[in-house]
């Protein structure tokens, strides 16, 4: 048996609506510790991990590990039946295979309760180690969102550069360039409106601006965001839940041409005989190997001679003359 209560019904309304763009189905894994989810996106580039502790709820029971398949655009549009300041239930039986929410309004005297089917969704739970990250920033969400709306409208991608000066953020488009700069800002009235940089030493990576803007879309859910950058890692953008949990998104870091052409030419010459056509599109090594194989089998099978007797010149000659 499953019952969750949650007080602040509108933290899940907010949760769901920063989810939903991004992943269509996922399994929530309820156990003794939390409510928690992991899911990638269809495109498997980015991955959001959600975990909302089991102290952070009003009641919570869970006689043993359960997992629910939900489609997430479902469930928001159920959640967005709930008023703001709803106490949102969830229950669900051992086994079963349906979920119920219930919202009940503060003043108890209306209580409504929407039935959902579960889906079985096959999927891998990913361990994310944990990792020492080459630069750290905490700065305002809405700050942050806002960079990454004005950007996209200048580029597609957006380089963010820690160093000793501050954060930037470049972008570069068909209608010219864009550079933000934000510096280490702790003296402020209110704690949230801090930006704070920690760094172990410099890093530049670069990112899909449609991506960033998705993972904003958690901004009403906390005042500050913290990005995760390390070299050949993730970048990690995480919004804590109130006092009860975090949201975090890890998304692959774009190679950029430079990288790209410096690892073509690193790569060792596999076959310097000139091809016949043009080449439509370099390959990787994995798929060239297999060809070589087949071309070295082919090389060591013996000859086959031809069948057809070619005629002499003189009886050609004699031929002719018939």
């Not at 009003?58 to 709803?86: F, T």
């Amino acid at each position: 048996m499953l019952e969750l209560r949650l007080v602040q019904g509108s933290l899940l309304k907010k949760v769901l609506e920063s989810v939903k763009d991004l992943v269509n189905d996922a399994n929530f894994d309820c156990s003794a510790t939390g409510f928690s989810l992991q899911a990638m996106d269809s495109s498997h580039v980015a991955l959001v991990a959600l975990l909302l502790r089991s102290e952070g709820f009003e009641h919570y029971r869970c006689d043993r590990n359960l997992s629910m398949g939900m489609n997430l655009n479902n469930m928001a549009k159920m959640l967005k039946c709930a008023g703001n300041d709803d106490i949102v239930t969830i229950k669900a039986d051992d086994g079963g295979d349906t979920v119920t929410f219930m919202f009940e309004s503060p003043t108890q005297d209306k209580i409504a309760d929407f039935e959902m089917k579960l889906m079985d969704i096959d999927s891998e739970h990913l361990g994310i180690p944990e990792a020492e990250f080459q630069a750290i920033v905490r700065m305002p969400s809405a700050e942050f969102a806002r960079i990454c709306k004005d950007l996209s409208s200048i580029g597609d991608t957006v380089v963010i550069s820690v160093t000793k000066e501050g954060v930037k953020f470049s972008t570069r488009g068909d209608i010219g360039t864009a550079n933000i700069v934000c510096r280490q800002n702790t003296t402020v009235d209110k704690p949230e409106d801090a930006t704070v940089i920690e760094m172990q030493e410099p890093v530049s990576l670069t990112f899909a601006l449609r991506y960033m803007n998705s993972f904003t879309k958690a901004t009403p859910l906390s005042n500050q965001v913290t990005i995760s950058l390390s070299s050949e890692l993730p970048v990690v953008v995480e919004y804590k839940v109130a006092e009860m949990g975090y949201i975090r998104f890890y998304l692959a870091p774009k190679l950029e041409e430079d990288d790209i052409e410096n690892q073509a030419e690193a790569r060792p010459e596999v076959n310097k005989k000139p091809k016949e056509g043009p080449i439509v599109d370099a390959k990787p090594i994995s798929e060239i190997k297999p060809k070589l194989e087949v071309k070295a089998e082919d090389e060591n099978k013996p000859q086959i001679e031809s069948t057809t007797a070619v005629g002499s010149k003189e009886e050609i000659d004699l031929m002719d003359d018939e």
